[in-house]
T-cell receptor, first 113, second 111 residues
Framework: AQSVTQLDSQVPVFEEAPVELRCNYSSSVSVYLFWYVQYPNQGLQLLLK??????LVKGINGFEAEFNKSQTSFHLRKPSVHISDTAEYFC???????????FGAGTTVTVRA | ETGVTQTPRHLVMGMTNKKSLKCEQH?????MYWYKQSAKKPLELMFV???????ENNSVPSRFSPECPNSSHLFLHLHTLQPEDSALYLC??????????FGEGSRLTVL
């Protein structure tokens, strides 16, 4: 079984500043990694995913994440945020053998002008 | 259109009512899921169906009853709910890799 820890529950940030959301996981097997975003009153939308290959993954809306196997991390970054990036962000890990997805508790990002 | 459609988007019910949530996926996926999202709590997996067969039930109270008539449709039947069952109920589907495609959710309020 795997578990996911999102180290920050709330991240306030000013518009046009960079942001990093931290995610660590624990698993005894190989995994797939995901970041989802949830805007107010909506479902979850996939931002990006790591399945294999390059450890730097680019997603939608200018986000990227880097898979670090030795540190079991998959941190999400954006160099310059917009007000519209205000949302909740979820890191998730899937076991490659049975595809069961485990979610972190979420990080609320609030972007201020 | 997101590919996964949930109805109704909002539902208010009394504790003695019987209602149902509906989910339909247009993606050709073989697995469908119900998640519960409560304020300040992590996403809780409730049920998983794979090729119409229930493969996971995460100790969900019997007042929640899922139904999966085919790979494209999933229902959650609700009966004698409690106020603490008020939450956003999310449906999702997947094919491989564990990547989930979510609907927009059904916001349930139990009075």
């Amino acid at each position: 079984a795997q578990s996911v820890t999102q180290l920050d529950s709330q991240v306030p940030v000013f518009e046009e500043a960079p942001v990093e959301l931290r995610c660590n996981y624990s698993s005894s097997v190989s995994v797939y990694l995901f970041w989802y975003v949830q805007y107010p009153n909506q479902g979850l939308q996939l931002l990006l995913k790591y399945l294999s290959g390059s450890t730097l993954v680019k997603g939608i809306n200018g986000f990227e994440a880097e898979f670090n196997k030795s540190q079991t991390s998959f941190h999400l970054r954006k160099p310059s945020v917009h007000i519209s990036d205000t949302a909740e962000y979820f890191c998730a890990v899937s076991d490659r053998s049975d595809y069961k997805l485990s979610f972190g508790a979420g990080t609320t990002v609030t972007v201020r002008a | 259109e997101t590919g996964v459609t949930q109805t109704p988007r909002h539902l208010v019910m009394g504790m003695t009512n019987k209602k149902s949530l509906k989910c339909e996926q247009h993606l050709g996926h073989n697995a469908m899921y119900w998640y519960k999202q409560s304020a300040k709590k992590p996403l809780e997996l409730m049920f998983v169906y794979n090729f119409k067969e229930q493969t996971e039930n995460n100790s969900v109270p019997s007042r929640f009853s899922p139904e999966c008539p085919n790979s494209s449709h999933l229902f959650l039947h609700l009966h004698t709910l409690q106020p603490e069952d008020s939450a956003l109920y999310l449906c999702a589907s997947s094919q491989d890799t564990g990547e989930l495609f979510f609907g927009e959710g059904s916001r349930l309020t139990v009075l």
